[in-house]
């Protein structure tokens, strides 16, 4: 485990520094929890920190937003995906969306996928972030670092 820690909703820009600063091990970040438990808006925190100056919200019925950005002559590749519409790993394939995986290196893409169920196990490594709705103010990740 990476690490594992309670917060409120005031705090959620403390753990969105927390998996920035895990950028050059996980090219691939995967948000688990229930409705709810907010997977969004930590990615939209994140992506914020990655540069994203304009988030398009969670891609529930395109199941990717693509993200280009510019930084200090480096462009940046990020995608969002939402997964809770599909069905299997196979039709995750034939949307094409193994190719985003496989770009996705640590160095100049990243991949934040929410619902990562349906294709997991991914053949990178993965920082796997559960979300668990605590109380009304009070979530909890834990962060885990999976390489298969």
């Not at 895990?22 to 438990?37: D, I, M, Q, S």
């Not at 808006?41 to 990717?64: K, N, R």
């Not at 640590?106 to 796997?128: D, L, R």
Request: net charge negative; with cysteine.
């Amino acid at each position: 485990m990476i690490f594992s820690q309670n917060y409120t909703h005031d705090e959620i820009a403390t753990i969105a520094q927390k998996l920035y600063a895990l950028k050059n091990t996980c090219p691939v970040y995967a948000f688990v929890g229930e409705v709810g438990a907010g997977k969004t808006t930590l990615i939209a925190m994140l992506l914020q920190l990655f540069g994203v100056e304009d988030f398009e919200g969670s891609p529930t019925y395109t199941y990717v937003n693509t993200y280009t950005v510019h930084q200090k002559n480096t462009i940046r590749k990020l995608y969002h995906f939402d997964l809770y519409r599909l069905q299997s790993a196979q039709d995750f394939a034939a949307l094409g969306f193994t190719d985003y995986l496989q770009e996705s290196d640590a160095q100049t893409s990243w991949s934040f996928i929410e619902w990562p169920e349906v294709i997991m196990p991914i053949h990178k490594p993965v920082c796997v972030c559960t979300l668990e709705h605590i109380d009304e103010t009070m979530r909890k990740i834990t962060v885990e670092q999976i390489i298969v």
